[in-house]
């Protein structure tokens, strides 16, 4: 190779990645990444593979969406994981609120700010049900008011579940409730409701419906009306309209200070897969509770959830020893 | 008054009572329910400790000739200069430093080959086949029928 | 429930069928024989790959995982002295011996049918036991926790006896230290972490067994030197009378696969704490204990009937409500809610036929994989007689990979190290390695269910006394403690009537 042609195919190459740079019209160029906050088998993992496929199809150019899980830290390692990531539009991920919003409302270090996420869209939201076992004598809201010294049973501190427990007894006015926390899943402390463990449990529809379908534990209220219990009231049916903000969503971020057309082609695939009906078949399937929104809306929504749980902050402290 | 004795064992035990009285000075540091059993349990091993220490520097209660003990004794025994136990966790650590910087597929032929043939001995050829044998392994057994996503650290990350 | 187990049986029992068990028998026989992969691995890493599969493939696929893998980790055990996943660490404290004194065959074939066997009667008791399994699961709460836990605490005092009783004891308590390390799920907070995120989780169970079995046994290797063996020529023979070995040991089998299946019904304890126990009760009960620890073939039989026992015992709170009773059922319901079932109390009733399925490929696996590691055993005893500088640094790169393969995090990777170093000290300085992992799986599980009860009694100790089965486990962990020194007692007594 001469000098010359070396110099040549120098400027070309470079005005070539000049070029590639600034013509985000390209994207998607290669592969996505989409971050699973949590390892695999969870409904965050189960809702990020069934929903991967489908953003390939309905993406411009033939990359993939690959689907990476990345645990720890509760979630948090996930969730810095994307924050920290260059926003050119090749790391997505899936968030959980307000599993995410906690640790910064209860005072602990995050590695991100959920306020400056750009917001892709929402997938999921679930509802709260407030819960006794079949075999106890509470079978309405005010009998639950009724209850003295009420324990209220739930997962780790600075779950979802615990802060959804102790804003519904706030709430109610049980004021001396105790919880008892640290079962290590869902499963464990419906388990243990049913063995009477505790009195009353709050959990996500999805996770519980099982043990309501056998008898096992009956449900009180809930936070929003449902069709998998039609015949539950929600809460803001029964005077307490303030609860029924309480859900627990799954929404799809990107880095922030994403570019604007990268953001729009984000977007837009996301709303056309959830809007997709064999992805809707592929999510029936799945027992995906699919309540879609645009990024838009998902921003906002994540804007009044900060608000709610910043109200609830006194309530949430740790116990005293 | 026995003689004290100084050997590998009871020296270890005077390592390991030191390291719990950093444990029990750790847990102080944490109040209420979540110190409870770290203290418990530090305390214990503190009084266990000093019966360790007691046992091997004295020499008293120890039924060497436990056949357990024994086995015990000969798995860890043998001819083990300082040098070539330290050259040992060396290479390890270099390892993991390489991992750190060249990802596992550039890592893992890399160092089992130096290993072979700085540590073993072993020749050249032997070196090399077994370098790429441990490469193609894990790529056929990890990458190509599990998928997993091994990136390639820090420079080729 | 006749037909679904026909149903079940047609699946398995078709072309494919069998392809997706062995495939999964192979799998589980690679990741249980190299020293730091594992079942728990190999079904994480599978998961996302079965999302095309239909359910009863993916399902008869991780159940041939699942049932092959303790006999996988079980020939290095005996080979190498390094367990190739942890509940096979009790099966080096014989089965090593054994294969020094060339009796790889017998150890091997002895190990071959105490799993087959184990898992058998594990699968049998499940389905007896299916009926009250409800029943079962709800009698166990956190003080029946917290009980259990510290019953296999007392187990490691028991047990390792001797010289190393008063080691063991303080190995136990870094291991239990080392499990309230990371945040505290009853309390808020994190405790000795340093500020590091990575310790946020605590100490990883996984990243810790790797270093701590199959990295220190590899640093002890290369710094000996030579090959494994001291026998030149290992006679590979005798896998047959290790097998009848076995029928003649029977109540050993029947003991630890019992032991097996108990254990591995409570959830978070898994397959280590099973075969341990099981070890250390066939210990007890023998008439020669001493001979333990030198080539007692009952010191493979014990541990490897408890291992594979355990998956039909973690199969009963998984099926009563959807509580996994392991690592590996854990991962193995994400697979079932990924194909859109659900696990939950109505998991049984509404697909009796896919459980069924993975039930059949449980057994099926045992029996298959222990014929596959029989026609093997010629192969696989090479390896002894392999030189260390080809085996430690390949053996460090896998197992290094399986750290790292599970959480995609070089946290586990460093983590594994720092272990495998602690690990290879504890070897030079005669302090036991397994009580530290015991105690590192039960440390948690005994602290959470101890404040959990005393939260649900509201501060009332008799919390701990208030169900039958608390009394029980009660006068067990009393028994445990008397044990070791019953028989020193008794002959006082003896001397001081015989003295009057």
Not at chain 1, 169 to 180: E, N, R, S
């Amino acid at each position: 190779m001469t000098l010359k042609s070396l110099c040549a195919s120098a400027v070309l190459a470079v005005s070539m990645i000049a070029a590639s740079g600034s013509a985000n019209a390209a994207f998607p160029e290669k592969d996505i990444q989409f971050i699973i906050p949590y390892g695999p088998g969870g409904g965050f993992d189960r809702a990020v593979r069934a929903i991967a496929p489908f953003l390939e199809k309905h993406l411009p150019n033939k990359v993939n969406v690959l689907p990476v899980n990345t645990p720890g830290a509760g979630g948090r390692r996930g969730a810095a994981t994307v924050y920290r990531a260059a926003p050119d539009g090749y790391t997505i991920g899936i968030f959980n609120m307000p599993g995410f919003l906690l640790p910064a409302i209860l005072g602990e270090e995050t590695g991100y700010d959920l306020r400056k996420v750009t917001w892709l869209g929402r997938v999921e939201a679930n509802d709260y049900v407030l819960l006794v076992n079949s075999k106890s004598d509470i079978k309405s809201l005010d009998d639950v008011k009724a209850v003295k010294n009420a324990t209220f049973l739930s997962t780790a501190w600075g779950s979802t579940v615990l802060a959804a427990s102790q804003i519904v007894a706030d709430a109610l006015g049980l004021k001396d409730a105790t919880f008892v926390t640290g079962y290590p899943s869902t499963s464990d402390y419906q388990v243990g409701l049913v063995r009477g463990d505790g009195l009353l449990a709050v959990a996500p529809i999805e996770s519980v419906y099982e043990f309501i379908e056998s008898g096992d534990l009956r449900p009180i209220a809930s936070t929003g009306k449902n069709e998998l219990l039609p015949n539950v009231p929600a809460f803001s049916e029964l005077n307490y309209p303030a609860l029924d903000s309480l859900n627990l969503e799954r929404l799809v971020g990107a880095p922030p200070a994403l570019p604007d057309d990268v953001k729009a082609v984000l977007e837009d695939a996301l709303a056309k897969t959830l809007a997709d009906p064999e992805f809707l078949a592929a999510a029936q399937e799945a027992k995906m509770v699919l309540r879609p929104l645009p990024g838009v809306e998902a921003g906002a929504r994540v804007t009044a959830s900060i608000d709610v749980y910043d109200h609830y902050k006194p309530v949430l402290g740790k116990p005293a020893e | 008054m026995n003689r004290l004795i100084l050997n590998r064992q009871s020296v270890s035990s005077l390592v390991v009572l030191a390291g719990v009285v950093v444990m029990l000075a750790w847990s102080f540091t944490y109040t209420g329910r979540q110190a409870a059993f770290p203290l418990i349990v530090c305390w214990l091993m503190l009084g266990l400790g000093i019966i360790d220490v007691i046992q091997h520097m004295l020499g008293k209660g120890i039924e060497d000739d436990t056949d357990a003990a024994k086995a015990m004794h000969t798995h860890g025994e043998g001819a083990a200069p300082i040098v070539k136990q330290v050259m040992t966790i060396v290479w390890l650590a270099g390892f993991i430093g390489l991992i750190y910087l060249v990802g596992f597929l550039a890592a893992i032929p890399l160092y089992v080959f130096a290993f072979m043939m700085l540590a073993g001995r072993m020749g050249l050829m032997r070196s090399a086949l077994t370098a790429v044998f441990t490469t193609a392994f894990v790529y056929l057994m990890f990458i190509q029928l599990l998928a997993l996503r091994l990136d390639g650290g820090l420079l080729f990350g | 429930m006749l037909d679904s187990l026909l149903t079940a049986m047609g699946i398995l029992f078709t072309f494919s069928g069998v392809i997706y068990l062995i495939l999964g028998v192979l799998i589980g026989l690679v990741f249980g024989a190299i020293p730091g992969l594992g079942g728990t691995t190999a079904i994480a890493l599978l998961l996302p790959l079965t999302f095309g599969l239909e359910p009863w493939e993916a399902i008869t696929m991780i159940g041939g995982v699942m049932g092959a893998t303790t006999f996988g980790g079980s020939i290095t055990a005996i080979l190498l002295n390094t367990p190739g996943v942890a509940p096979n660490a009790a099966t080096c404290f014989d089965g090593y011996p054994m294969a020094r004194q060339g009796k790889a065959g017998i150890a091997i074939g002895a190990a071959a049918a105490a799993s087959t066997l184990g898992g058998i009667i594990g699968v049998v008791v499940l389905v007896i036991t299916l009926p009250i399994a409800r029943n079962v699961v709800l009698m166990f709460g956190p003080p029946e926790f917290f009980l259990l836990a510290l019953l296999g605490l007392t187990a490691i005092a028991a047990s390792t006896g001797g010289d190393t009783l008063v080691r063991g004891l303080i190995t136990a308590g870094f291991g239990l230290l080392m499990s309230f390390v990371g945040y505290d799920d009853v309390s808020g907070g994190t405790r000795f972490t340093m500020g590091i995120d990575y310790l946020w989780d605590g100490v990883q169970l996984v990243p810790a067994l790797i270093g701590l079995f199959a990295i220190a046994e590899m640093l002890n290797l290369s710094v000996k030197g030579g090959k494994v063996a001291n026998v030149e020529a290992l006679p590979i023979n005798g896998v047959g009378e290790g097998i009848l070995s076995v029928l003649r040991n029977y109540p050993t089998l029947l003991r630890g696969s019992v032991i097996g299946t108990i254990v591995g019904a409570i959830p978070g304890v898994g397959g280590t704490v099973a075969a341990f126990l099981a070890y250390s009760v066939a210990r007890q009960v023998s008439k020669e204990p001493e001979s333990f620890g030198k080539g007692n073939v009952i010191g493979v039989i014990a541990p490897e009937s408890a291992n594979n026992a355990k998956d039909g015992g973690s199969l009963i709170p998984t099926l009563a409500f959807g509580i996994p009773g392991s690592a590996e059922m854990a991962i193995f319901l994400g697979v079932l809610v990924l194909h859109g079932l659900t696990p939950g109390p109505m998991l049984l009733l509404r697909h009796e036929a896919t459980i069924f399925s993975l039930i059949l490929a449980l057994l099926a696996s045992c029996i298959v994989a222990s014929l596959i590691g029989i026609a093997m055993t010629r192969f696989l005893t090479r390896i002894t007689l392999v030189n260390v500088y080809i085996l430690v640094p390949a053996v460090i790169s896998v197992a290094l990979v399986g750290a790292y393969a599970l959480h995609a995090s070089l946290g586990d990777v460093v983590m594994a190290a720092l272990f495998g170093v602690i690990g290879y000290f504890m070897i030079r300085f005669g302090w036991p390695r397994i009580s530290l992992v015991i105690a590192l799986v039960l440390g948690g599980l005994a602290e959470r269910s101890y404040h959990q009860a005393m939260t649900i009694s509201k501060g009332d100790p008799t919390v701990f006394l208030s169900r039958t089965v608390s009394v029980v486990l009660v006068i067990l962990i009393l028994a445990a403690l008397i044990a070791p020194y019953a028989k020193t007692i008794l002959s006082w007594t003896r001397r001081g009537a015989t003295a009057r």
